[in-house]
Structures are given as structure tokens and as C-alpha cells.
């Protein structure tokens, strides 16, 4: 799109320069307009809001066959910083918690599609608004954020909310219980593939998301990594396995009961 969009516009002014040798129009050619610069608005919807549910009450126990990424105690089995130091995230009481400024938290070991479950509870102590409330996120391949936010009574952009992925599908549903309250995630991912062409997947990623136990995301394909700012990328980069990574977005969000299954 980039691409293309630079190439309309090359073709606008050269249009132009021709227009400027002409005599005729020596005093008159006004400027041509370039493409308004991207900001993070541009793609927020707001409307309609997302319907609005009440979950169940149970979440799920590891089976016998996945990974535990955090059982309650130890963090620096599985998890590092982004650089592979320790992370500055703290363990307490069985929960894993965001710590602001001390940047994301990623598993050592590195996947391709996989089966995830993982809870999470926004502060009880509720502060903020919109994208500022409880906001932290689940990273695939290091890539695509499930969004975690606090979107109980808290309005924001759609495809911004609890569940969204991230500025590319709003949740089926709000199904959020309230702050201080633990939250599920069954995510079930499958990686893209890569052909010749760099400029679509072979096969695209696709996530399918559960939100304590009701559907919100259905097999959806993701257009590319997700993006704050413009549209995800059109021009792929092919990459292999990748870490889970959780966001620290200066929020103490707190996980707990992380498992995977590679698929
Ligand atoms: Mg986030």
C-alpha cells in the first residue's frame, strides 16, 4: 500500500513539474498536497460499542501435556527480559506482575502455533481511562498483540479493547469481569508460512481467542504485526518461532496459570 501510495503520489508531481515548465501556468501551479501524515486516531473506531456480557465463573487447569510458563513461583525459568536479562517484573503471592518501565517480559523458549492459556486481573484499585486503564497485552511471536485492558465500564476504541486484536479485530463480545477480578485467555494461534512473494503470507496468522470461556475472536486472519500507529505492514518480513511476550504499558496487571501447547 505504501508502495503504491508513493508511486500515485511520484506521478502527481511529476504531473506537476511538467505543468511548472509550461509558460501558461508559470505563476498559477499550486503545490500539490502530499498524504496527511498518519497518527494514532486515524485508526481508532469507536462505534458501534461492542455488546456487552457476563461470564461464566471457572477458568482451566493445565492438561497433562503442556508447557508451564508460570505456575505461581518461579519467573526466571521460563522468562527474561527482551534482552535475556532477569526481568524486573515481580512474583507475589502467586501472581506475576507488571512492573511500569521495566519494559516487556518474553518466554526463553520460542514458538510457532500453539494453544495458550493464561489469566490476568486489572487493578482493583481502579485508575485511568481508555487505553491508561489496566492496560497490558499477550504477544505472539512477538508480534501480534491480544490486547489486555480493563474494559469494564471503560470505553475505548473498539479494536482496542479487551480482546481486540490489537487495532485489527474488535472482541465478538465484552465479556470482561471487574478490575481485580481474574480474567481468562484460551488463545489458539497458527503461525503464518511465506512463500516468494513478500508481499502477502502464504498463509496468513490466524487466532481464534476465548475470553472465560465465550468465543470473542473466530479464526481471524491478521493483515500483519500489530501497528500503533498506520496500517500493519503490506510488505511482509518472513520470520520464524518466536517468544511470547507480555507488555508492560506502565499498568501492574497481573498473570498467573500460564500454559502452552506447540500445535
Ligand atoms: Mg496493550
Given at each position: 500500500m505504501k508502495k503504491l501510495l508513493t508511486f500515485i503520489l511520484g506521478l502527481g508531481l511529476c504531473a506537476s513539474g511538467f505543468a511548472q515548465t509550461s509558460p501558461a501556468s508559470k505563476s498559477a501551479a499550486p503545490k500539490p498536497a502530499g498524504p496527511e501524515k498518519m497518527t494514532p486516531g486515524m485508526t481508532e473506531i469507536w462505534d458501534p460499542e461492542v455488546k456487552i456480557i457476563e461470564a461464566g465463573k471457572t477458568n482451566i487447569e493445565a492438561p497433562s501435556d503442556a508447557i508451564i510458563l508460570f505456575n505461581g513461583t518461579d519467573i526466571n525459568s521460563e522468562w527474561s527480559d527482551t534482552k535475556g536479562n532477569p526481568t524486573k517484573w515481580t512474583v507475589k503471592d502467586g501472581e506475576l506482575i507488571s512492573v511500569r518501565g521495566s519494559g516487556m517480559i518474553q518466554t526463553k523458549r520460542k514458538f510457532g502455533s500453539v494453544q495458550l492459556h493464561i489469566e490476568w486481573k486489572t487493578p482493583s484499585d481502579v485508575q485511568g481511562e481508555s487505553q491508561g486503564r489496566g492496560n497490558s497485552g499477550v504477544y505472539l511471536q512477538e508480534l501480534f498483540e491480544v490486547q489486555v485492558l480493563d474494559s469494564y465500564n471503560n470505553r475505548t476504541y473498539r479494536q482496542g479493547q479487551a480482546g481486540s486484536l490489537y487495532k485489527q479485530h474488535a472482541p465478538l463480545v465484552n465479556v470482561c469481569r471487574k478490575p481485580g477480578e481474574w480474567q481468562a485467555y484460551d488463545i489458539i494461534y497458527t503461525a503464518p508460512t511465506f512463500g516468494?512473494?513478500?508481499?502477502?503470507?502464504?498463509t496468513p496468522p490466524r487466532i481464534t481467542v476465548l475470553q472465560n470461556g465465550v468465543l470473542?475472536?473466530?479464526n481471524v486472519v491478521l493483515r500483519g504485526p500489530t501497528e500503533y500507529i498506520g496500517i500493519p505492514e503490506y510488505f511482509i518480513k518472513p520470520h520464524g518461532a518466536g517468544s511470547l511476550q507480555l507488555q508492560d504499558h506502565g499498568n501492574p496487571v497481573a498473570y498467573r496459570n500460564i500454559w502452552i501447547r506447540e500445535l
Open positions: 516468494n512473494d513478500t508481499t502477502v503470507y502464504l470473542i475472536q473466530n
